[in-house]
């Protein structure tokens, strides 16, 4: 990919977890199902070869009775677990995110670099300008909006 893509930024997007019961790891090292332990060894080899910049940590389900509990910002525990294991790693969080707040409080704690968010710009397309109001940061009006605003 990298060689094709020579000046963009790569973006690797991960399941976390297929959200099967139980542990991940047995007791005696088997692994028993995919999880967020695998995705830091994986995340190792993807920065020793060193051609992402960056993990886009979501997650998915290869187990037929898997029960997500959707919350609001529910994967970004993965994200930060690779963002702990990986400090130098950026790190994207994606899922349910909705509150401005929140979602700047992921950045300002260091849990993750970035958040993206899908759904709730399909609910409000002007969530950025929610956000900025909320956050008390300036924002540009298009050209045309200006003198109204
Ligand atoms: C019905 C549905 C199925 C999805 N399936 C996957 C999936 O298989 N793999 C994945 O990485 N993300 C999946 N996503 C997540 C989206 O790709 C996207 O990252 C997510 O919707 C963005 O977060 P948000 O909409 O919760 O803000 C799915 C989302 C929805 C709503």
Redesign the pocket.
């Known amino acids: 990919m990298r060689e094709v893509w020579t000046d963009k930024p790569l973006f690797v997007?991960?399941?976390a977890t297929d959200w099967a019961e139980g542990p991940e790891k047995a007791e005696d090292g088997t692994w028993l199902q995919w999880g967020v332990e695998q995705v830091i060894l994986w995340a190792d080899k993807m920065m020793s070869v060193g051609v992402v910049d960056l993990i886009?940590c979501?997650?998915?389900?290869n187990w037929v009775k898997q029960k997500i509990a959707?919350g609001h910002g529910y994967q970004v525990p993965f994200a930060a677990a690779i963002k702990k294991a990986h400090p130098t790693l950026v790190v994207g969080a994606?899922?349910?995110?909705?509150d401005p707040e929140i979602a700047e409080s992921y950045l300002k704690d260091g849990k993750v670099d970035l958040v993206?968010?899908?759904?709730?710009?399909?609910r409000n397309p002007h969530w950025a300008l929610t956000a900025a109001k909320v956050l008390g940061a300036k924002v540009k009006p298009a050209n045309q909006y200006e003198r109204a605003w």
């Open positions: 997007r991960i399941s886009d979501s997650s998915g389900g959707a994606v899922g349910n995110i909705v993206f968010l899908a759904r709730e710009f399909i």
